[in-house]
């Protein structure tokens, strides 16, 4: 009883408050004993059709509206009509979907989600709310041009939520067991695509591919370098305060980024780099 508490506690860290977080406590244990499936909106007015309400990402919007709080408030304050947006690590659509909104029907949102049953959500999602604009690309974003297919872990529904795939070899010692839900995927190289005019360069990029950041941004090290516009980046890093992660000191490397705290648009302290890093070339 006391771990399930603790971890009720700690999935409601994107509540931004007492009253959000105390009635997502009592409604965590509710809903999956309640629905099987479940039909929502979120607070930007987009529906979801939920093919399970165990993820933590479907609670969240189920109890909320939203999804991540400052990442949101950037994708807002970063995207206008006709943008275009890649969503690496899409998931049911959440992003996507916001993205969608913003840069209207001129703009253009590529969301990709490797994992077929995700991916089949995320369409039904997309399709739920009417937007065009966005297409997904069912594949893997790889790092290397020849790797035309590849091994997605998947994890245990018991032990992780559903958008923690990832191309990264599970670690058995973390107790995290992905291998008996892993399944092939097509992979995607994004200078290939970019050069053969597949897909259109981006204003704002998101990268959550749980591990794999950093591969993916290395993909893109002439992109970066040669940037003809402002870009706006999210990356999901796991690092301890005191240590640089891999993926932030590539951006600054190729392309002049820095970190930046959305609430007062200045650069962050590296002692304040968390799990979602937010950065914009100058």
């Known amino acids: 009883m006391l771990k399930r508490l603790i971890r009720t506690l700690d999935d409601s860290v994107h509540c931004r408050t007492l009253s959000e977080k105390l009635k997502y406590v009592v409604l965590r244990s509710l809903i999956p004993r309640l629905y099987?499936?479940?039909?929502?909106?979120?607070?930007?007015?987009?529906?979801?059709?939920?093919?399970t309400v165990t993820s933590v990402i479907e609670r969240h919007i189920i109890l909320t509206g939203v999804w991540e709080p400052h990442t949101t408030g950037w994708i807002e304050d970063s995207l206008s009509a006709g943008e275009v947006v890649w969503d690496i690590g899409a998931h049911i659509g959440y992003d996507s979907?916001?993205?969608?909104?913003?840069?209207?029907?001129?703009?253009?949102?590529?969301?990709?989600?490797?994992?077929?049953?995700?991916?089949?959500?995320?369409?039904?999602?997309?399709?739920?709310n009417g937007y065009k604009q966005i297409e997904v690309i069912e594949a893997c974003v790889v790092s290397e041009p020849d790797l035309k297919e590849v091994t997605l872990y998947f994890p245990d529904a018991k032990t992780l939520?559903?958008?923690?795939?990832?191309?990264?070899?599970?670690?058995?010692?973390?107790?995290?067991?992905?291998?008996?839900?892993?399944?092939?995927?097509?992979?995607?190289?994004?200078?290939?695509?970019?050069s053969e005019g597949k897909i259109p360069k981006p204003h704002l990029i998101k990268i959550d591919v749980e591990g794999f950041e950093a591969a993916?941004?290395?993909?893109?090290?002439?992109?970066?370098?040669?940037?003809?516009?402002?870009?706006?980046?999210?990356?999901?890093?796991?690092?301890?305060?005191?240590?640089?992660?891999?993926p932030i000191a590539l951006l600054e490397q190729f392309g002049n980024f820095k970190v930046i705290d959305r609430t007062t648009g200045q650069p962050k302290p590296e002692s304040s780099v968390e799990y979602d890093v937010l950065m914009r070339n100058h």
Not at 36 to 51: L, N, V
Not at 101 to 126: C, D, M, S, W, Y
Not at 162 to 172: H, I, K
């Open 97 to 128: 979907l916001l993205a969608g909104k913003l840069v209207g029907e001129t703009g253009k949102v590529i969301a990709f989600e490797p994992h077929p049953v995700i991916a089949a959500q995320l369409r039904n999602n997309i399709a739920l």
């Open 161 to 194: 939520h559903s958008g923690m795939s990832s191309l990264v070899t599970p670690n058995s010692s973390e107790g995290n067991d992905r291998s008996a839900n892993d399944v092939r995927c097509l992979g995607v190289y994004l200078p290939e695509m970019l």
């Open 216 to 246: 993916v941004i290395r993909s893109l090290k002439e992109f970066f370098s040669n940037l003809d516009g402002p870009l706006s980046v999210i990356v999901e890093v796991r690092a301890k305060v005191d240590a640089k992660p891999e």
């Open 36 to 51: 099987k499936s479940y039909r929502t909106t979120d607070k930007h007015g987009h529906m979801y059709d939920m093919m």
